[in-house]
T-cell receptor, first 110, second 114 residues
Framework: SQQGEEDPQALSIQEGENATMNCSYKTSINNLQWYRQNSGRGLVHLILIRSNEREKHSGRLRVTLDTSKKSSSLLITASRAADTASYFCARNSGNTPLVFGKGTRLSVIA | DTGVSQNPRHKITKRGQNVTFRCDPISEHNRLYWYRQTLGQGPEFLTYFQNEAQLEKSRLLSDRFSAERPKGSFSTLEIQRTEQGDSAMYLC????????????FGPGTRLTVL
C-alpha cells in the first residue's frame, strides 16, 4: 500500500513563483526521497533526506523533514515551465523497499 | 549512456497473450527493482533482486508474473495470460546497495492490454 501521501494533488502556478508540496507518512523512516516524473517518463531522483536531517538544498530545491510530525516538504523556488511534472515522495524504512505516494501534479504556466 | 534502459518502451497486446520486458541496470549496481505504475498513482513495488537472487516479491505479483535476473546483470519481467488490468507502466530501477540507497529509474515500458 502507498503510505506516503502528497498534498496538494495538483498545483498550478505562474512562472517565477515558488511551489511547495507536502508529504506525510505514517511509520518511522530511515530516509525520505523526492522524485520528479515528466509525463509518461521514468522517475528522476531529486533529493534524499535522512531521518536525522532537517533541511537539504539542491539548486532551486529545498526539502525539509519534520519527523515529529511525520511530514516533509519540497519547495521549488523561482519556478520555470520546465518544472512542470509530477513530484513524488518515497518513504524508506531501511529494510523495506521504497513506498511512494500518489504524487503532486505541478503545472507552471509561462 | 550509462543509465537504466528498458525495452520495449511500448507494448500493445491482446488479452491472454504473454509479454516479456527487459531492463538493463547501471552496470555496477547490485540491486534491481521492478515497479508498476497506473495512471494518477505513484509506483508500486513488485519485486527486487540482489545480484541474481530474487529477495522479495510483493503480493501484487500474481502467479502470472515472473521475473529473472540471470547472472546478476539484466532482468526480465514476464506476464503470462495478460489481462486488461495489467495495463500500466512497468518501471525498473537499480541501486548500488540496499534499500536506503538512491534508486535510478529507467524510462519504463508502457503496456496496453486490449
Amino acid at each position: 500500500s502507498q503510505q506516503g501521501e502528497e498534498d496538494p494533488q495538483a498545483l498550478s502556478i505562474q512562472e517565477g513563483e515558488n511551489a511547495t508540496m507536502n508529504c506525510s507518512y505514517k511509520t518511522s523512516i530511515n530516509n525520505l526521497q523526492w522524485y520528479r516524473q515528466n509525463s509518461g517518463r521514468g522517475l528522476v531522483h531529486l533529493i534524499l533526506i535522512r531521518s536525522n536531517e532537517r533541511e537539504k538544498h539542491s539548486g532551486r530545491l529545498r526539502v525539509t523533514l519534520d519527523t515529529s510530525k511525520k511530514s516533509s516538504s519540497l519547495l521549488i523556488t523561482a519556478s520555470r515551465a520546465a518544472d512542470t511534472a509530477s513530484y513524488f515522495c518515497a518513504r524508506n524504512s531501511g529494510n523495506t523497499p521504497l513506498v511512494f505516494g500518489k504524487g503532486t501534479r505541478l503545472s507552471v504556466i509561462a | 549512456d550509462t543509465g537504466v534502459s528498458q525495452n520495449p518502451r511500448h507494448k500493445i497486446t491482446k488479452r491472454g497473450q504473454n509479454v516479456t520486458f527487459r531492463c538493463d541496470p547501471i552496470s555496477e549496481h547490485n540491486r534491481l527493482y521492478w515497479y508498476r505504475q497506473t495512471l494518477g498513482q505513484g509506483p508500486e513495488f513488485l519485486t527486487y533482486f540482489q545480484n541474481e537472487a530474487q529477495l522479495e516479491k510483493s503480493r501484487l505479483l500474481s502467479d502470472r508474473f515472473s521475473a529473472e535476473r540471470p547472472k546478476g546483470s539484466f532482468s526480465t519481467l514476464e506476464i503470462q495470460r495478460t489481462e486488461q488490468g495489467d495495463s500500466a507502466m512497468y518501471l525498473c530501477a537499480s541501486s548500488r546497495g540496499g534499500h536506503t540507497d538512491t534508486q535510478y529509474f529507467g524510462p519504463g515500458t508502457r503496456l496496453t492490454v486490449l
